[in-house]
């Protein structure tokens, strides 16, 4: 109701003093309600300090992905450089150390538990000491968890807390319950000193109730959304862009800074310097294909683009979406340097060619006629891309800033622009980009 009162509030306010139009201003009324209800008034909680150890308690409900959730944190800050450890203090589920031990193994983390050893607190406090004096820097202390809120999981919880004296206590929390995760939430609140909340199971699919309510009933910030089941589907998370993207609206910059993520700075002047020449081959196309898999889910992708939904990238077509490219770049694996690097496609038209590539890679003509066909398209939509005035920085945010929306229309298919809103939905595409909204 809340929600409701604000937004009319705001829109009869913003109409008196403009002329937009109503849905724009209800959109806008919108948006900016819900970045002020996920905005807790915390500014970064987590802020570990190199050379000292800082300890992070991760609470939550058996189920809500707590031991995932730790070891993607732990590899979050490993890759960034920082000496981070693991402590399993669960001794309530079965197994529960086992896991921990081959998530840490397998992330390359130290980490410590028993399996003698009943007192979780016993065992938080001895690992967090050990490895205080291995002069790690961010020490993780998973604890147990519970199928329900129940007594004994908050007196755990709080010995645990007692014992180690965290610095900070995170709640995880499964994304996908909606609005009874204020309960939740708050019950947690109200037995630990909840500073920070990880949400997980946000696949890029609409979710957003369970978020804001989390926020609400701990009065903590959302540090890190986790995205799906590897350790590097794991976000930092930021309002505008959550809600941008809970809204339809996409998260331009977000899908910026994952084509950096697997595309690295000093890599991307190459690849402008071939844009700018309409430079298209199998070979490059090949690597953009292995690009794309390191992204992560096509879905979660799609999200991020303005005007997309999840109605465009159900489940069952990202999957066949996946196992298409993996056959076209096994496909690719057949052919000579010749045919890889040859910007012409006439070489590929000689039939002898193409039943010998189907025989090396066990797939069939029609499959590689297909591949042709696919590349040709995508050669055709590069060329474009040459008549473009490249950055002098070099660095795709850059090109995509410069972008100007005529040349953005040429670029795209009529369906997808038709699905983005046309040419307005475009423009506020890159209004997102340039940082408004």
């Excluded at 589907?233 to 609206?249: I, Q, Y």
């Excluded at 800074?257 to 002047?269: C, G, H, M, T």
């Excluded at 590929?348 to 025989?359: E, P, V, Y």
Aim: proline share 4%; aromatic share 8%; hydrophobic share 40%.
């Amino acid at each position: 109701m809340a929600l409701r009162t604000n937004v009319k509030k705001e829109v009869k306010l913003a109409e008196s003093a403009s002329g937009l139009n109503k849905r724009r201003l209800v959109e806008r009324a919108v948006f900016q309600e819900l970045v002020g209800m996920l905005d807790s008034g915390v500014k970064d909680p987590f802020q570990p300090k190199k050379g000292k150890s800082t300890v992070v308690m991760f609470v939550g409900l058996q189920g809500n992905g707590k031991t995932t959730s730790c070891t993607k944190f732990a590899y979050y800050y490993k890759k960034k450089g920082w000496r981070v450890a693991m402590v399993c203090a669960d001794t309530y589920r079965a197994g529960a150390f086992d896991q921990l031990k081959q998530n840490a193994t397998k992330a390359g983390i130290p980490f410590y538990g028993s399996y003698n050893q009943p007192d979780p607190a016993v065992i938080a406090a001895e690992g967090v000491e050990r490895f205080k004096e291995e002069k790690m820097e961010i020490i993780l202390v998973d604890t147990s968890g519970r199928h329900k809120q129940e007594a004994a999981l908050f007196q755990e919880m709080r010995e645990v807390a007692t014992s180690t004296n965290p610095d900070l206590t995170v709640f995880v929390m499964d994304g996908s319950i909606g609005q009874a995760a204020f309960d939740q939430a708050k019950a947690f609140r109200e037995s630990v000193d909840v500073g920070a909340v990880v949400i997980t199971k946000m696949d890029g699919h609409a979710k957003g109730g369970g978020a804001i309510s989390a926020v609400a009933a701990t009065r903590s910030p959302i540090i890190f959304i986790g995205t799906g089941e590897h350790f590097d589907e794991f976000e930092s998370f930021e309002t505008e862009a959550f809600v941008s993207r809970l809204l339809g609206k996409g998260d331009w910059k977000g899908l910026m800074n994952k084509l950096s993520e697997v595309i690295p700075s000093d890599q991307q002047p190459e690849l402008l310097e071939k844009l700018s020449q309409g430079s298209f081959t199998l070979r490059f196309l090949y690597e953009q294909f292995a690009n794309i898999q390191k992204m992560g889910p096509m879905g979660q992708m799609m999200s991020m683009i303005p005007g997309f939904s999840e109605e465009l990238m159900p489940k069952g077509s990202e999957q066949e979406s996946q196992a298409r490219m993996k056959s076209y770049m096994t496909i690719m694996d057949s052919m000579t340097n010749q045919e890889l690097d040859s910007p012409n496609m006439k070489i590929l038209q000689d039939s002898s060619r193409i039943k010998r590539i189907a025989r090396g890679s066990g797939r069939s003509t029609k499959e590689v006629s297909q591949l042709l066909e696919e590349f040709k398209r995508l050669s055709k939509m590069w060329g474009k891309f040459g008549k473009m005035k490249m950055p002098k920085g070099g660095d795709m945010a850059s090109m995509a800033r410069g972008m100007n929306m005529q040349q953005m229309s040429r670029m795209l298919p009529p369906d997808m622009l038709k699905q983005m809103g046309g040419s307005g939905g475009l423009q506020q595409m890159m209004k997102q980009f340039s940082g408004k909204f």
